[in-house]
């Protein structure tokens, strides 16, 4: 048997590719021309559960959300913002003039909040802005928006995690989200349809869990309507 000869020039082409392909925005990736404006949400607290958070949107909606801790490896999450929620936060930044030449700690002595980075990105621009704490109320309503989708995105963590391994964990983890949703503290909560209509279908979770399930989906179709 004859040893193999070293990978083809065509092989390590498609290799090349695939990895840009991998770490292109999602606009410039699926081969949209010049990538669409993006903004990125990024809040560091040491200690916090998670200690790192990012949510990274450009202007067609497409998302992405990495939350962990700081010695653990990036993880993103990708899923689709509505377009009220995008054009929500896109209309905050233009009011910021895109996070350029701007000055957002207020300077008062508060407590460590997490440093929090908002960047502006469109081609060759790039914007960014850092605050532990801000007076300006459209930067506040901005940080508290991505920080609704943030706490979206761990609540679909934890359904996932608990549908599979930890189904009586099921009815607490339900019980967070409507106060969540009471407290009008998620974005775009809608995200959370296929993993509470999942536990709606299957019987063998807890009756308590299928109708706290269903109620959740209600209130969402309300709100829709």
């Given at each position: 048997?004859s040893?193999?000869g070293p990978?083809?020039?065509s092989i390590?082409?498609a290799?090349i590719?695939?990895?840009?392909?991998?770490?292109?925005p999602?606009?410039a990736?699926?081969?949209?021309?010049d990538?669409l404006?993006?903004?990125?949400?990024?809040?560091?607290l040491?200690?916090?559960?998670?200690?790192f958070?990012?949510?990274?949107?450009?202007?067609s909606?497409?998302?992405a959300?990495?939350?962990r801790?700081?010695?653990?490896?990036?993880?993103p999450?990708?899923f689709?913002?509505?377009?009220?929620t995008?054009?929500?936060?896109?209309?905050?930044a233009a009011r910021?003039?895109?996070?350029q030449?701007?000055?957002?700690?207020?300077r008062?002595?508060?407590?460590?909040?997490?440093?929090?980075?908002?960047?502006?990105e469109?081609?060759?621009?790039?914007?960014?802005?850092?605050?532990?704490?801000?007076?300006?109320?459209d930067?506040?309503?901005?940080?508290?928006?991505f920080?609704?989708?943030?706490?979206?995105?761990l609540?679909?963590?934890?359904?996932?995690?608990?549908i599979?391994?930890d189904?009586?964990?099921?009815?607490?983890?339900?019980?967070?989200?409507?106060?969540d949703l009471?407290r009008?503290?998620?974005?775009d909560?809608?995200?959370?349809?296929?993993?509470?209509?999942?536990?709606?279908?299957?019987?063998?979770?807890?009756?308590l869990?299928?109708?706290?399930?269903e109620?959740?989906?209600?209130?969402?179709?309300?709100d829709?309507?």
């Amino acid at each position: 048997m004859s040893p193999k000869g070293p990978p083809s020039k065509s092989i390590w082409a498609a290799a090349i590719l695939g990895a840009a392909a991998f770490f292109l925005p999602p606009s410039a990736a699926a081969g949209q021309g010049d990538p669409l404006p993006r903004i990125t949400f990024t809040k560091v607290l040491k200690g916090s559960s998670p200690e790192f958070e990012r949510v990274t949107v450009d202007k067609s909606g497409a998302a992405a959300c990495d939350t962990r801790k700081l010695r653990d490896s990036a993880n993103p999450r990708a899923f689709k913002l509505s377009p009220a929620t995008t054009q929500r936060i896109f209309g905050l930044a233009a009011r910021l003039h895109n996070f350029q030449g701007v000055e957002l700690e207020s300077r008062k002595p508060v407590a460590n909040l997490g440093r929090k980075t908002l960047t502006y990105e469109r081609g060759g621009e790039t914007h960014s802005v850092e605050f532990n704490y801000t007076a300006n109320r459209d930067a506040e309503e901005l940080a508290n928006v991505f920080e609704g989708i943030v706490s979206v995105n761990l609540h679909v963590q934890t359904l996932d995690f608990s549908i599979r391994y930890d189904p009586l964990g099921l009815p607490h983890e339900l019980s967070l989200i409507q106060m969540d949703l009471e407290r009008k503290a998620l974005a775009d909560p809608e995200l959370l349809t296929p993993q509470l209509e999942a536990i709606v279908r299957d019987s063998r979770f807890l009756h308590l869990a299928q109708v706290r399930a269903e109620n959740i989906l209600q209130e969402l179709r309300q709100d829709r309507n």
